[in-house]
């Protein structure tokens, strides 16, 4: 990297809320610190609410305290990975501070994952035991892992009285090395003795990425890690009230976005979390106007399916202090339906696995539609020559690199993959993001693709996002996805793929498509192909997989 770096000014801090600092202290402490600090300050305020149930942080912490002394009781050690294969529920809480103040290493697991996709990342990450939904057990079983032991739970352990009267309720699993996770709680009431470890160097958590291009990777972050991403994001947000928020978690928690923005900043706030298991949005909306939720977070796809829902008047929008968009590039067509629906801007935001889930986001008194943000307190970001890796100058498309004490610093178990990943320059350790952006004078960030994303027809750049957004913007267009299809005669040629709203169904042609995207994008962008689908496959987020569409069209 060269020496002339034209983003050291950091020409976004003057965009921060007014109180901002430019850095934040990032206290090296553990991350079940967190819970203890808010049981403390907010012992009878309610942590976790759960379809009418509620939990005060003065319960969930002791909870937390037993799970780790029956982890600790069953063998567990400093070090050791314990994955978490639950929904949003307050075991997933419990468990998931339970673990660190064990000393032992969470791996959040999708509960949608098959059977192979289970084995493959139990088994890379090395998971000793696993913490398993009663419903989910099944496929555990399937992907045919050797463990040392399972703990299951089941959703109804936790509801109100009579809704656990009516919720399935399947006999839990026995046998050998099978725990009940209420078992783990009982005769553990005394508080528990975590043993000491060094936040700096000390893994929390190992989340994979999502592998929407490539083979999932585990991403190695410190309890520092994480403690600093939680910090930097409540600084960001400093109208946010300690002990009188309310913040909805309808995304999942497994997923490191709402791992981090609502667990672990809620926890540092001592807000009220109110759980959501499944994606019911007329009960999410009643619940949300019920208890006054006052934070929202949400990727793309559902802003847009919430913006034609016919309850999401139901909610008062504008009263709420912020609602965030992250895990995907937010369609301006979905930003500004939004907010002529809502009457309450999104704040888009950026972030990946490896920096903890946020590295920028919109900046609530002067938001700028089409971009992802800003970067947080603490967080340097460069554009570079994904080749050269020379500083672009500004207004030039680039990959971003990120430094900052919230990003990884490796991989699990991928030497190769580090030293791609990273390098070294001015003192700094960066993290290459595979993302192509600008920055523009102002110092916001505008994303473009994936370098993967990227194709060349006849030497010509083509960015699939691009040829996405002008799709989705069209009033008879649902969903779209776009990939690169390889010619060798031309190198790369978009295909799109193009999901219709109902109305326009068999009504909208291939021919029609083309039209409309040659009126506004330059010929060699124009998809050859144009092919419909009932539904296009996604990632747990709501992201359209290219990947599984590469996948698919190569195995035809």
């Known amino acids: 990297m060269s020496e002339d770096n034209p983003y050291s000014t950091h020409p976004w801090i003057r965009h921060y809320p007014e109180g901002v600092p430019a850095r934040v202290e990032t206290p090296a402490v553990p991350v079940w610190t967190l819970l203890d600090r808010a049981a403390a300050a907010f012992p009878r305020r309610t942590a976790l609410h759960y379809y009418g149930a509620n939990l005060p942080y003065r319960e969930l912490r002791e909870q937390a305290d037993a799970f780790a002394a029956g982890l600790v009781e069953l063998g567990v050690r400093g070090g050791d990975r314990v994955a978490l294969y639950l929904v949003n529920s307050p075991q997933f809480v419990i468990a998931y501070f339970g673990i660190l103040k064990a000393g032992a290493v969470v791996v959040p697991v999708s509960p949608v994952y098959s059977s192979s996709e289970l084995a493959f990342q139990l088994e890379d990450s090395g998971a000793s035991y696993v913490v398993c939904q009663d419903l989910l057990y099944g496929n555990l079983e399937r992907s045919g892992v050797r463990l040392n032991g399972v703990i299951v739970t089941g959703a109804h352990e936790y509801l109100p009285a009579l809704k656990g009267v009516f919720a399935k309720k399947p006999p839990l699993p026995t046998g050998p090395g099978v725990h009940p996770f209420q078992k783990l709680l009982r005769g553990r009431e005394r508080a528990f003795s975590a043993p000491s470890l060094d936040p700096t160097t000390d893994l929390a958590i190992l989340p994979y990425t999502g592998g929407t291009s490539a083979q999932p990777k585990g991403v190695q972050l410190t309890h520092a890690n994480l403690v600093a991403c939680a910090a930097q994001l409540r600084a960001f947000f400093p109208d946010l009230t300690e002990g009188g928020e309310v913040v909805a978690a309808a995304l999942p928690l497994y997923h490191i976005y709402g791992q981090v923005a609502i667990l672990l900043v809620g926890v540092t706030l001592g807000a009220t979390i109110v759980l959501f298991t499944s994606l019911d949005l007329g009960q999410i ?216 709203r109902p109305e326009a169904r068999g009504r909208v042609t291939e021919a029609d498509i083309r039209d409309y995207l040659k009126e506004r994008l330059a010929p060699y962008k124009v998809p050859k192909v144009v092919e419909f689908r009932s539904e296009l496959p996604k990632t747990d987020v709501g992201k359209v997989s290219r990947r599984d569409l590469r996948e698919e069209l190569e195995g035809m």
């Open 285 to 500: 909306l009643a619940t949300m106007d019920r208890e006054g939720v006052t934070v929202f977070y949400g990727v793309p796809s559902l802003y847009e399916v919430l913006r034609n829902h016919p309850k999401t008047t139901w909610v008062n929008w504008k009263k709420m202090k912020i609602l965030v968009s992250g895990a995907d590039a937010l369609p301006e067509a979905t930003a500004a339906g939004w907010e002529e629906r809502t009457g309450k801007p999104i704040l888009e935001g950026f972030g990946m696995t490896e920096t903890a889930g946020v590295s920028h986001v919109n900046p609530p008194a002067r938001i700028k539609r089409g971009s992802f943000g800003i970067p947080l307190p603490n967080v340097d970001a460069v554009v570079a020559d994904p080749e050269g890796g020379a500083y672009l100058p500004v207004g030039e498309v680039g990959e971003l690199l990120l430094s900052g004490p919230n990003i990884t610093a490796a991989y699990w178990n991928r030497a190769e993959e580090n030293k791609r990943a990273f390098r070294e320059a001015h003192g700094k350790r960066w993290l290459r993001t595979g993302d192509l952006v600008r920055m523009d004078d102002e110092g916001y960030f505008h994303y473009y693709a994936r370098t993967k994303d990227l194709i060349k027809y006849r030497g010509f750049s083509v960015f699939l996002r691009e040829i996405e957004e002008v799709l989705t913007a069209h009033p008879l267009v649902k969903a779209a996805g776009v990939i690169g299809v390889k010619d060798p005669k031309v190198g790369e040629y978009p295909m799109a793929y193009v999901v219709l």
